[in-house]
């Protein structure tokens, strides 16, 4: 079957660094995907990576290994309205996305 | 990036009626539309592809019968959730996908969702 593993949730200090982790198991790989959603709101796209490394984006980066199955998204000097969840999502074979349940990140002061 | 928009926002309906969501996308000719479902701290649940002009195509587990899509415009999907009950209360979500033009997937752009209410 398919399977994408996140934290159920995690808990980090404003202008600090976190790491949310993220492991799947898909038939096939086109790429893998992270988002942001903040709580009654729809989510909104983070970052793409489909080779393996690092890709950075302001305080934002994803990193991947195929071989591994394995992501994380990489949060610096975070700030109080990066409280949200975070979902990864791989795309498998047919190209179609398999979602994690999401790690919900709480910034404390 | 693409702009969607859900209409209504939000719903609360009696068990038993109907409601319509709609989904549009402002910017950009969408053939491909997905809907996706989201209960209460839980991760995204798609439910359905929308292609324009034929039918769409429903995951395992959902009746078609009973979540009825439309995509009869480019820029426009239906989604209708006959006999509402209870438990069809949820966050109702659509995205849109521009096409591939790499052979890799294009990211999702997603409306502010619906949220549906059954009472």
């Known amino acids: 079957g398919q399977n994408i593993d996140q934290p159920t949730e995690m808990t980090a200090t404003e202008g600090a660094i976190v790491q949310i982790n993220c492991t799947y198991q898909?038939?096939?790989?086109?790429?893998l995907f992270w988002y942001q959603q903040h709580a009654g709101e729809a989510p909104t796209f983070l970052s793409y990576?489909?080779l393996d490394g690092l890709e950075e984006k302001g305080r934002f980066s994803s990193f991947l290994s195929r071989s591994k199955g394995y992501s994380y998204l990489l949060l610096k000097e975070l700030q109080m309205k990066d409280s949200a969840s975070y979902l990864c999502?791989?795309?498998?074979?047919?190209?179609?996305?398999?979602w994690g349940a999401g790690t919900k990140l709480i910034i404390k002061p | 990036g693409a702009v969607v928009s859900q209409h209504p926002s939000w719903v609360i309906c009696k068990s038993g009626t109907s409601v319509k969501i709609e989904c549009r996308s402002l910017d950009f000719q969408a053939t491909t539309m997905f809907w996706y479902r989201q209960f209460p701290k839980q991760s995204l649940m798609l439910m359905a592809t929308?292609?324009?002009?034929?039918?769409?195509?429903?995951e395992q587990g959902v009746e078609k019968d009973k979540f009825l899509i439309n995509h009869a415009s480019l820029t426009l999907s239906t989604l209708t959730v006959t006999s509402a009950h209870p438990e069809d209360s949820s966050f109702y979500i659509c995205?849109?996908?521009?096409?591939?033009?790499?052979?890799?997937?294009?990211?999702?752009?997603f409306g502010p969702g619906t949220r549906l209410t059954v009472t």
């Open positions: 995205s849109v996908t521009q096409p591939r033009t790499s052979g890799l997937p294009s990211e999702q752009y």
């Open positions: 929308s292609n324009e002009g034929s039918k769409a195509t429903y």
């Open positions: 898909t038939s096939g790989f086109n790429g």
């Open positions: 990576n489909v």
């Open positions: 999502a791989v795309a498998d074979s047919n190209y179609q996305l398999i």
